[in-house]
T-cell receptor, first 110, second 113 residues
Framework: GENVEQHPSTLSVQEGDSAVIKCTYS??????FPWYKQELGKRPQLIID?????GEKKDQRIAVTLNKTAKHFSLHITETQPEDSAVYFC?????????FGSGTRLLVRP | DADVTQTPRNRITKTGKRIMLECSQT?????MYWYRQDPGLGLRLIYY???????NKGEISDGYSVSRQAQAKFSLSLESAIPNQTALYFC????????????FGPGTRLLVL
């Protein structure tokens, strides 16, 4: 079955710097890769997703890149702000369900 | 997202007790999911259902059972709770394709003593 690995598990950056979170997956049939943000005490919410027919997608300060050959995808946050502090999860689809990575706790220092 | 609700929000129970967690949605989605969240382990799928007559085991189904009473309702049961089932439980829904956004409920924090 699908296995999704996510790194790093924790990430601390200075406000204004960029943050990058990386994920790898094992199922070559996967073609949908969402990213979820979970603020403290809240539910996970989708922030961006990408499908296998594109290599990059941007939404303001957030971008996701996908390398299907290497089976990895990454989340890029530019000009980080304190409100970006949260846990971020990547996921990949497998047999019509999502398999999640173990999460990255991002701390943005003011 | 108020369209997906879970009850109770918090529950403390004792080892060996039966407990049911309930999920309801008003989004009209066919697909519903139960996840467990533990620190450092992300979201792990317990059970999922693609419609009222469909129930599937996820990666960690042992010790759990589910019931899909209607399109809008999906319940998770712990027949005999044990302490290592202490966790945060999330219900989620998605549209027919399964390759769209999953909408999560607010979560149920369960403590098994």
């Amino acid at each position: 079955g699908e296995n999704v690995e996510q790194h790093p598990s924790t990430l601390s950056v200075q406000e204004g710097d960029s943050a990058v979170i990386k994920c790898t997956y094992s199922d070559s049939a996967s073609n949908y890769f969402p990213w979820y943000k979970q603020e403290l005490g809240k539910r996970p919410q989708l922030i961006i997703d990408i499908r296998s027919n594109v290599g990059e997608k941007k939404d303001q300060r957030i971008a996701v890149t996908l390398n299907k050959t290497a089976k990895h995808f990454s989340l890029h946050i530019t000009e980080t702000q304190p409100e970006d502090s949260a846990v971020y999860f990547c996921a990949a689809d497998s047999s019509y369900k999502l398999i999640f990575g173990s999460g990255t706790r991002l701390l943005v220092r003011p | 997202d108020a369209d997906v609700t879970q009850t109770p929000r918090n529950r403390i129970t004792k080892t060996g007790k039966r407990i049911m967690l309930e999920c309801s949605q008003t989004k009209g989605h066919d697909r519903m999911y139960w996840y467990r969240q533990d620190p450092g382990l992300g979201l792990r799928l317990i059970y999922y259902s693609f419609d009222v007559k469909d129930i599937n085991k996820g990666e960690i189904s042992d010790g759990y059972s589910v019931s899909r009473q209607a399109q809008a309702k999906f319940s998770l049961s712990l027949e005999s709770a044990i302490p290592n089932q202490t966790a945060l439980y999330f219900c989620a829904t998605s549209d027919r394709t399964g390759k769209e956004t999953q909408y999560f409920g607010p979560g149920t924090r369960l403590l098994v003593l």
